[in-house]
């Protein structure tokens, strides 16, 4: 009986992780991949200066967001599984916090545009300012939808921004010729098309009410959000500052290479994005301090053995993937590819051991930890890109990302021991580096057989786990399709 109920709890977890997994999978991994063969548009249609200064207008952006509304969409999803609050409640507290935040910052953008020797051009403080009024309320409204378990409405606000941004961008880019200001139009009126949207599918008019404000729930949405403030901040400066570094030291010429570089790795953060905010949702509902049931022991391993060979077969295909995407003034970007695919394989992992945080409510250790590896980050910038150029923003990256992921699987272990072969994950990390190297001497005959040897081993060694992630494929999408 007790074998029978454990298999019946074992088949609901994976039945509802595969929900979400697909439903993310559809909500992120299309607009990663329309993201991604929009590159050519960019790189053909804006010059690297245009390029480099609307990502810095889009990475301030999404740098101010969490301070001003204090990530209160995070604390949204948390309290919302809690029986303790209700919903309406949460949310009306939610977008109280948010559109307060929205009013001082529109007090702050006016006074800097009203600075005499503040030389910001007003369109790109428009931009900004709109950009985090539009991603801050999405993020409200996604948030929501996913602690109600309506997880479809989410999907359909991400594919109308997707299809939104693609259709404005090909309008304004290519057929208005509108340049860098039709870039940034692009970037925020999706966004507010699939805001409307959302406000529409979830009726908040019925639950979004000034009366359901309750001052003690926002302080505790405050507390909670709080520290993830700065866990925000340390992954900016881990993904972003480099950028501004590589712009200070070596111009905004530079920083359109290096930000064209993190196109391919794309492609394995929209695989990394679709796991983590399905394995999130499984966490807070799942957790179990024992992990009796191996449950997230065996998400761990398949996660890793998933993300290192994803990434050794990215940086194989690195170079002809260079070919098809970038444009010749952009082909060099290639070269910073491989560090910034491993950087990304440490940060998967350590958002999989955040997700064990958030169910625990312990967010200051999200601080703690992208802390730590944004003054790792910021110290290997100054000196590694003043001596090395570009690379050393990408292996400043790559250091800081493995710091993070260190200190979060030290602190993981006073919520809950997980019991993975460590010894035999290092051993594929170094891999990793050596093929990366390796992939530094270009795309001949006998350095691509290098790497493929090394794929070959990485498969070897997760034989195992490959065979058990068929099977749970095959078993989530039976649950999917016999829902």
């Not at 009986?1 to 595969?18: F, P, T, V």
């Not at 993310?24 to 299309?30: E, K, Y």
């Not at 983590?276 to 049931?293: H, M, N, V």
């Not at 994950?425 to 580096?433: G, Q």
């Amino acid at each position: 009986m007790e074998k029978g109920q454990h298999a019946i709890c074992m088949n609901n977890k994976y039945r509802y992780l595969s929900k979400n997994f697909i439903l993310f999978g559809i909500s992120s991994f299309g607009p990663k991949i329309i993201a991604f063969l929009m590159v050519p548009l960019y790189t053909n249609y804006l010059s690297t200066t245009d390029y480099g200064i609307g990502d810095i207008v889009s990475t301030s952006a999404n740098l101010a967001l969490p301070i001003i509304i204090l990530c209160v969409e995070s604390a949204i999803l948390r309290f919302c599984f809690d029986k303790e609050y209700e919903p309406d409640e949460v949310i009306s507290s939610g977008v109280f916090v948010c559109l307060r935040g929205m009013v001082l910052c529109a007090v702050c953008v006016i006074v800097i545009r009203a600075v005499p020797f503040i030389k910001i051009d007003t369109s790109y403080l428009v931009a900004f300012y709109l950009m985090v009024l539009s991603n801050g309320l999405y993020n409200v409204l996604t948030n929501y939808a996913r602690s109600i378990d309506k997880v479809q409405y989410m999907v359909e606000m991400s594919l109308i921004t997707t299809i939104a941004s693609c259709v404005l961008n090909v309008f304004l880019l290519v057929v208005l010729k509108s340049g860098l200001n039709g870039y940034l139009i692009a970037s925020y009126l999706g966004t507010f098309l699939a805001v409307i949207w959302g406000s529409v599918r979830l009726r908040v008019h019925r639950h979004i009410k000034l009366n359901k404000v309750n001052k003690i729930t926002v302080f505790e949405l405050q507390k909670f959000g709080f520290p993830l403030i700065f866990n925000k901040i340390g992954w900016w400066i881990n993904s972003s500052s480099d950028r501004y570094i590589v712009t200070w030291i070596l111009g905004a010429t530079y920083n359109g290479i290096y930000t064209v570089s993190y196109k391919i790795p794309t492609m394995l953060t929209a695989c990394s994005d679709i796991f983590t905010q399905a394995w999130q949702l499984s966490a807070i509902k799942d957790f179990d301090p024992e992990d009796r049931d191996h449950f997230i022991a065996d998400m761990y391993e398949a996660y890793n053995g998933f993300l290192v060979l994803c990434c050794s077969t990215l940086i194989i295909l690195t170079i002809p993937l260079a070919y098809i995407l970038y444009a010749k003034s952009f082909f060099l970007a290639w070269r910073y590819v491989p560090p910034l695919m491993i950087s990304f394989v440490f940060g998967g992992l350590a958002g999989f051991l955040g997700s064990i945080f958030t169910a625990v409510k312990d967010t200051k250790i999200f601080s703690y930890s992208t802390m730590i590896g944004a003054v790792v980050n910021t110290i290997l910038n100054f000196i590694l890109v003043s001596y090395i150029g570009i690379m050393g923003a990408a292996v400043a990256t790559l250091v800081s990302n493995i710091v993070i992921w260190l200190v979060r699987l030290q602190r993981s272990k006073r919520y809950i021991h997980i019991q993975v072969n460590f010894l035999r994950h290092v051993i594929m990390y170094i891999l990793l580096v050596v093929q990366f190297i390796v992939c530094l001497g270009g795309f001949t005959i006998d350095l691509v057989l290098i790497q493929l040897i090394i794929i070959v081993v990485l498969i070897i060694a997760n034989k195992k786990i490959i065979v058990n992630i068929m099977k749970k494929i095959e078993i989530m999408f039976e649950n999917y399709l016999h829902r």
